[in-house]
């Protein structure tokens, strides 16, 4: 099923979303399910060690480390059914929220897995009010009912209440904990019975025509049908029925009742994503939309990681692909540099595997080793001068300045920095006056993290140390003012890694001030990257 049956079919039947979740809510197990059944892996278990949210700091350092595997965790490709999945990792940590916002950024749906027994919890909460800024259709997967958890008229109250949106039940659990024994599949008219003995085997599903099919008393013990009948019967009466149309436009979401370990209610999961889409999206430009189905190849930079292979320099640029029919070989317009640029060796990520991208299309993600010159936010194209929009970048939360222990590698430090602030790890300013850098992060761990890789990586040991600054803004405005108000504010102003102005402080009264003193000027919280 296609809301738009003018797609091409190989962009038709694209799939490309994230999972998002509040840390042990599934989303491992969950991720490693999907790839078992898209055939990418052949036993669950391989991917339990990448699970981000449950590492520990000095597991997150060991981890960057071994860039292949987080690497190959950012975005996995697999077919399931007639359909192509993109499963784009989000990073579990929240101290990396605006890695996470790019992420969202690239995909065209994100699935919420919340815990059956916890409901929405924090971090949910913040991911899902990212994926409604960018209004994407949410799929919720309700996870671990073969634990106790709770009513689940409760349960789709509490998301509706706390994130506003509409739930329509997709599947019913009948029973929960120890007596849970699958569910009522709604929109198939279903029973799918959880088999308990072996956890990678897919469940049972008998087919039913409707609640009055003696079938079901076959499956279903009385005391549990009973109450199956009368559920149903009050979520008829009380919840929305699904309706595709709000789904896609972010007012509605489904919900799948499930036990990922138990590979249970998964595979119904992955259905609605397939028949209920979206399929590849438009992207917005500055200039227009961007159509999937247009034939010229487009595609945006959403994420940069620098440093997978030590021994060589080099970068990997993940790039959404936005429109066309890639081909490995193709000449690109690099459209921030007015560059062409010769795409050679794009990788395709399968599970644990990189290989050779011989084709992709609209929809897909693909990795392009370069050495330096993909930024995050930079359009390929095939001559156009687009510049893809709403891949912000946030001001720093925290401001720290940095040197290196050993005075000698001033410069190396430099270098290091401008490569981190590149693959957006960090921001980097260097302030006008003194000689110094002051980096900025959204969550202190990143500090740490960046701290090991710079030594890990380069070579160089560093010291972070509290900064006079709290608060980094972008000085927007005609140029000639911004020139005046820097010279007049020499002891604020810095630049960030891309030669933009940007004023350093402690007060926001100065913020204010400045305001005030110069009209027109904007000092902003967010730039766009482009
Ligand atoms: P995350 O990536 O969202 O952080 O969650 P993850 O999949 O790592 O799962 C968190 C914990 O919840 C794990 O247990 C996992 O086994 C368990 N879990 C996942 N799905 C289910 C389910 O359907 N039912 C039940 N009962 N548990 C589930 P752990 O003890 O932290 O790890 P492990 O010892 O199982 O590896």
Known sequence: MSNRPDLPPEIARRRTFAIISHPDAGKTTLTEKFLLFGGAIQMAGQVRA??????????????????????????????????????VDTPGHSDFSEDTYRTLTAVDAAIMVIDGAKGVESQTRKLFEVCRLRDLPILTFCNKMDRESRDTFEIIDEIQENLAIDVAPASWPIGMGRDFLGCYDILHDRLELMDR????????????SGLDDPKLAEHVPAEQLEKLREELEMARELLPAFDRQSFLEGHMTPIWFG????????????????????????QKSAERGVAPEETKVT???????????????????????????FERGMKLLHVRSGKPMAVSNPVLFLAADRELAEEAWAGDIIGIPNHGQLRIGDALTEGEKLRFTGIPSFAPELLQSVRATDPMKGKHLEKALMQFAEEGAAKVFKPSIGS????????????DVLASRIEIEYGIPVRFEPSQFTSARWVLGPKDTVEKLANANKQHISTDHDGDIVFLTRLQWDIDRVVRDYPGVTLSATKEMM
């Open 436 to 447: 110094g850098f002051i980096v900025g992060v959204v969550g202190a761990l990143q500090f």
């Open 50 to 87: 990448k699970g981000e949210a449950r590492r520990t700091r000095s597991d997150f350092m060991k981890l960057e480390q071994d860039r292949g595997i987080s690497v190959s965790a950012s975005a996995m490709s697999f077919d399931f059914r007639q359909y192509r999945f993109n499963l």
């Open 299 to 325: 595609g945006f930079v959403f994420k940069v990681q620098a440093n997978m292979d030590p021994k060589h320099r080099d970068r990997v640029a993940f790039v959404r692909l936005a429109s066309g029919h």
């Open 197 to 208: 003995a072996d956890r990678n085997r897919v469940a049972e599903s008998i087919k039913i």
């Open 259 to 282: 036990s990922a370990i138990n590979s249970f209610g998964v595979k119904e999961l992955m259905d609605g994503i397939g028949e209920y889409g979206p399929e590849p999206q438009i």
